[in-house]
């Protein structure tokens, strides 16, 4: 809850830096602190920084607002406190959460963390398991929560689930923020094209393969 208490101060150490959008990438702090407190918050800074102030769950509730989605599914990396809390969240929002997939971390991952619900561990085979889960669910959209797990490389391989368009809380912020610099319409269509890829597809596939070269470099 320090973040979003902290957030004017967090702001002002862009000092003079020429932004014309600020994200902040913590949907934690949104399902603690309550929409209304959230709206409250956030309204305050648009007015004292004169810029575009937005957090992922918010990004998120547009998004799902420009796919007119209301029936959604969950897939969560959290453990079950924080879950309740983001369920609470999503509701007083006015979407109907139908189902939620918790992340399952594999063996492999457990062993390198060494903790009970290591975000930063988890791997992108691991959140394309949850999504199956909700395979047979009849869903609006599917919400891949958690800014700290990785989603891009999941989106890629499954944009969609039985017709249920499927994003993440980070590609929704990046989606908002990039838009209001833009002036773009909020659009159904205008998010699906970042849900495929357009806007980071080939930039992805570069870091991914200079990934895997660095890697063979070490191992030769």
Same mark, same amino acid.
């Given at each position: 809850?320090?973040?979003?208490?902290?957030?004017?101060?967090? $702001?002002a150490?862009?000092?003079?830096a020429?932004?014309?959008?600020l994200?902040?990438?913590?949907?934690?702090?949104?399902?603690?602190?309550?929409?209304?407190?959230?709206?409250?918050?956030?309204d305050?800074?648009?007015?004292r920084?004169?810029?575009?102030?937005? #957090?992922?769950?918010?990004s998120?509730?547009?998004?799902?607002?420009?796919?007119? $989605?209301?029936?959604?599914?969950?897939?969560?990396?959290? /453990?079950?406190?924080?879950l309740?809390? #983001?369920?609470?969240?999503?509701?007083?929002?006015g979407?109907?959460?139908?189902?939620?997939?918790?992340?399952v971390?594999?063996?492999?991952?457990?062993?390198?963390?060494?903790?009970?619900? /290591?975000?930063?561990?988890?791997? #992108?085979?691991?959140?394309?398991?949850a999504?199956?889960?909700?395979?047979?669910?009849?869903?609006?959209?599917?919400?891949?929560l958690?800014?700290?797990? /990785?989603?891009?490389?999941?989106?890629?391989?499954? /944009?969609?689930?039985?017709?249920?368009?499927?994003?993440?809380?980070?590609?929704?912020?990046?989606?908002?923020?990039?838009?209001?610099?833009?002036?773009?319409?909020? #659009?159904?269509?205008?998010?699906?094209?970042?849900?495929?890829?357009?806007?980071w597809?080939?930039?992805?596939?570069?870091?991914?393969?200079?990934?895997?070269?660095?890697?063979?470099?070490?191992?030769?």
């Open positions: 809850m320090a973040y979003f208490d902290q957030l004017t101060q967090s $702001a150490q862009f000092a003079e020429p932004l014309r959008s994200g902040v990438a913590c949907t934690g702090s949104s399902y603690l602190v309550g929409c209304d407190r959230e709206d409250v918050l956030f305050e800074l648009r007015q920084t004169g810029i575009h102030v937005t #957090s992922s769950a918010l998120v509730v547009d998004a799902l607002h420009a796919l007119n $989605a209301q029936r959604i599914g969950l897939v969560s990396p959290y /453990p079950d406190s924080l309740q809390h #983001s369920i609470a969240y999503w509701q007083s929002r979407f109907q959460v139908e189902a939620v997939a918790k992340v971390l594999s063996e492999a991952s457990q062993s390198r963390s060494g903790q009970p619900n /290591p975000i930063y561990a988890i791997g #992108s085979n691991s959140v394309m398991d999504i199956d889960k909700l395979r047979d669910t009849s869903l609006d959209a599917i919400v891949l958690g800014t700290g797990m /990785p989603s891009l490389k999941s989106i890629l391989h499954v /944009p969609s689930l039985s017709g249920a368009p499927v994003f993440s809380c980070t590609l929704a912020l990046a989606w908002r923020c990039v838009s209001a610099v833009e002036g773009n319409e909020l #659009s159904s269509d205008s998010f699906k094209s970042w849900i495929a890829g357009t806007h597809r080939s930039r992805f596939e570069d870091c991914f393969f200079e990934s895997i070269d660095a890697k063979l470099n070490e191992f030769i």
